[in-house]
């Protein structure tokens, strides 16, 4: 089971700029789709964004025009490019592999996550 590693997160102010990382997924980066997920405290997990094995990309309403989700191939990493923040977009911010090549490619493992925090 592939356990994804995110990165990238940190502070910022309104009107600021992040990109995120999803590593650690070899195999899984190009041959399964990777979502990206954000989640307050109390709150349901939701999700934001997705790309699947043909490069296609959908986005959540709330981050729809702001973010960006792209694949590097030769590295294995999934990005999220986030503009714009708005301090509603405070939250831990996971990614995951969705449906692919092979049935494994929606079994794998939550990561650690990583904290964004926007400030007004």
């Known amino acids: 089971q592939v356990r994804p590693v995110e990165s990238g997160g940190g502070s910022v102010q309104a009107g600021g700029s992040l990109s995120l990382s999803c590593t650690a997924l070899g195999w899984y980066a190009n041959n399964c789709g990777v979502a990206w997920y954000r989640q307050t405290a109390g709150n349901e997990r939701e999700w934001i964004a997705s790309i699947d094995i043909g490069d296609n990309t959908t986005y959540s309403d709330s981050v729809k025009d702001r973010f960006t989700i792209a694949k590097d191939k030769h590295s294995a990493i999934v990005y999220l490019h986030m503009a714009n923040l708005k301090p509603e977009d405070t939250a831990m911010y996971s990614c995951?592999?969705?449906?692919?090549?092979?049935?494994?490619?929606?079994?794998?493992?939550w990561g650690q996550g990583t904290q964004v925090t926007v400030s007004s």
């Open positions: 995951k592999t969705t449906q692919g090549r092979a049935v494994w490619c929606q079994q794998g493992d």
